[in-house]
């Protein structure tokens, strides 16, 4: 592992803001009712998940004391592949590997990068399909209707 990628986990760890990298299996989401979860899929090969990194990052800064947890779903099949992908962004939101595909076949996944705003009371809210840099804003609105939903 790089001093990079030491240092990426380091920080992550510290601030509280993800744990280290989990897998397929270590993801529950009803660890997070209560929270709005924006879960996005995404593959190192991925040109528009490149532009999606820096926002999700952003957003689960500006949005995380107000409960929104940012889960990025990995779909490589080469886990070396997406460890450099991420030493390159350093995001700062959880990070799961589906190696096998099995998140992004409950999904039924079909576009590279596809999103999910669920709401807290678990149900899905909107699904995004592709990132596209102009629709950002509609993306944010669609996070804070989640957020202004009460909890159930």
Known sequence: MGLRAVRWALLCLAVGLIG??????????SAYKGKVVYLDF???WCTPCRQSFPWLSQIQESNGQRGLVVIAV???HDK???DKFLQRFLPRFKIVYDLNGEIAHTY???DMPTSYVIGRDGKV????AGFYPNQEGTYA??????????SR
């Open 141 to 150: 609105a669609h996070i804070e209707e989640a957020l202004n939903e009460p």
């Open 108 to 110: 039924g996944l079909k």
């Open 20 to 29: 280290l990298p989990a897998h397929a299996a270590d993801l529950d989401l």
């Open 80 to 82: 070396d592949l997406a």
């Open 42 to 44: 995404w593959a190192s």
């Open 74 to 76: 990995n779909v490589d």
């Open 125 to 128: 809210r909107f699904t995004h």
